[in-house]
């Protein structure tokens, strides 16, 4: 019987749920998590200052790090060794076991840090796994609908998102940061029961140990192309050093502007600044289709279509424009205006549109141009400039404190429109260093990436 090669395979379905749960419970905890660990810091009764709020930065950042460094590892495992289905579905299970431990030791050190090791070895291991394994499920004819799934899989990530956003900073408020930390680890076992139901239908790409071995000609093509695309995501680093920060620098700004109540039906809803983070997952179902449906279609009728690498490259610039809007509106709080929260709406519309831009079509990217034996480790070279850019943001802020001997306390030698200002400048000159690898990568490739 003949497929029907326009239609979504039928696995897709099981990977866009697991998907959308996983990321419920990956964002439900990072929603909350600067917060939470800013409160760990302080003594009881007193709300967190300046240094507290420096060291969550920091904490959450290193965290991130972790999570988007391991990936190395889990990549290493399933092209190596396990096979990509078995370290998702493995690894999975340590993922569950972080949710748990944060929700069992809250309010203490020990369940902070423990519990942030297992999420990151979970949530890390897996993602080059998952990012590759939805191109498995599209070979034999399917390739033309690399962009569709790939789209259709940011969509899925942001529709978790936004329901872990909108919902988890008001469930701690009303019932507790155990709560808050559980029910996303809920979500986290529902998305293993989803991708283990649809073990029968997945294509499963063995790993390299099953397979013959590479002859030295190929080996030394895989190093040349591993090299060349490592070299055009060097300056994504930058991207994701300012990107990651909505969930810190821009929710502690959302904490000095005025919260908006909304009257939905059934509920005043609070939109303060951890709330208002759902807005960047929002605007992700909105304009996603958008692209997919709309504007590629239009470009390409006419010709006008940009390249993965063109595309990136805009991102790029609109996301430092997006900072200059935050940068702008932290040097009105900074001169003493009592402002709402809504205005930080404009800032996340533009990192928004600069995220399609940038991170949908780097999965696209990497999986295209990775050689077959090295799909899972293309994948976490994407990762880890998303690291390596959160492991940038939280050296900087470490380096913007120092102690203040008059007050006794640690203060910042840049104010905080100051240092949006630094990481600007630095996005500028990432844009100019990825749009000149860009141009050699597509020269070398023979064709426009």
């Not at 936004?162 to 979500?187: D, V």
Request: with cysteine; hydrophobic share 50%; net charge positive.
């Amino acid at each position: 019987m003949s497929q029907n090669l326009d239609r979504l395979p039928p696995q897709a379905k099981y990977i866009v749920g697991n998907e959308a749960c996983e990321r419920f419970s990956f964002y439900g905890v990072k929603s909350i998590l600067t917060g939470y660990v800013a409160t760990l810091y302080v003594k009881a009764g007193m709300e967190p200052g300046d240094a507290e709020k420096a060291t969550a930065k920091v904490i959450v950042h290193l965290w991130v790090f972790a999570t988007y460094f391991l990936p190395l590892v889990g990549a290493w495992l399933a092209d190596r060794y396990w096979g990509r289905y078995r370290t998702i579905l493995w690894l999975s299970l340590a993922y569950c076991v972080g949710h748990a431990t944060l929700a069992v030791g809250e309010g203490t050190k020990w369940g902070l840090f423990l519990g942030l090791a297992f999420l990151a070895i979970g949530s890390g291991g897996i993602k080059p796994c998952v990012s590759a394994f939805v191109g498995d499920q599209f070979q034999g004819g399917r390739e033309h609908q690399l962009t569709r799934i790939y789209n259709l899989f940011y969509w899925s990530i942001n529709f978790g998102a936004f329901f872990a956003f909108a919902f988890i900073p008001e469930l701690k408020t009303k019932a507790g940061y155990s709560w808050a930390f559980g029910i996303p680890g809920i979500a986290m076992g529902i998305a293993t029961l989803i991708f283990w139901l649809g073990s029968r239908t997945f294509v499963k790409v063995p790993p390299a140990r099953e397979l013959a071995p590479l002859d030295d000609d190929t080996r030394a093509e895989n190093r040349r192309i591993l090299l060349r695309i490592a070299a055009v995501f060097a300056p994504i680093i930058i991207f994701w050093s300012l990107y990651d920060q909505q969930n810190t620098t821009w929710a502690q700004q959302g904490g000095k502007l005025t919260p908006c109540i909304l009257p939905l039906y059934f509920w005043n809803y609070t939109l303060n600044g951890e709330t208002i983070q759902t807005l960047n997952a929002l605007f992700i179902l909105l304009f996603i289709p958008l692209f997919t449906y709309v504007i590629y279609p239009w470009l390409e009728r006419r010709n006008l279509k940009p390249s993965l690498l063109a595309r990136m490259s805009a991102g790029m610039g609109i996301l430092a424009v997006a900072f200059g809007a935050a940068a702008w509106l932290e040097y009105r709080i900074e001169s003493g205006e009592k402002l709402s929260v809504l205005w930080q709406t404009g800032q996340y519309a533009l990192l928004t549109f600069a995220e399609v831009l940038v991170s949908t079509t780097g999965l696209e990217f990497a999986f295209r141009h990775a050689p077959a034996s090295l799909k899972s480790t293309i994948m976490s070279l994407w990762l880890l400039a998303i690291s390596f850019g959160n492991l940038l943001t939280s050296l900087i802020t470490w380096l913007n404190q120092h102690h203040d001997p008059a007050s006794g306390k640690s203060v910042a030698y840049l104010s905080g429109s100051q240092e949006m200002l630094l990481y600007i400048g630095l996005m500028i000159c990432a844009v100019f260093a990825f749009v000149t690898v860009a141009r050699r990568f597509e020269e070398g490739d023979g064709n426009r990436a």
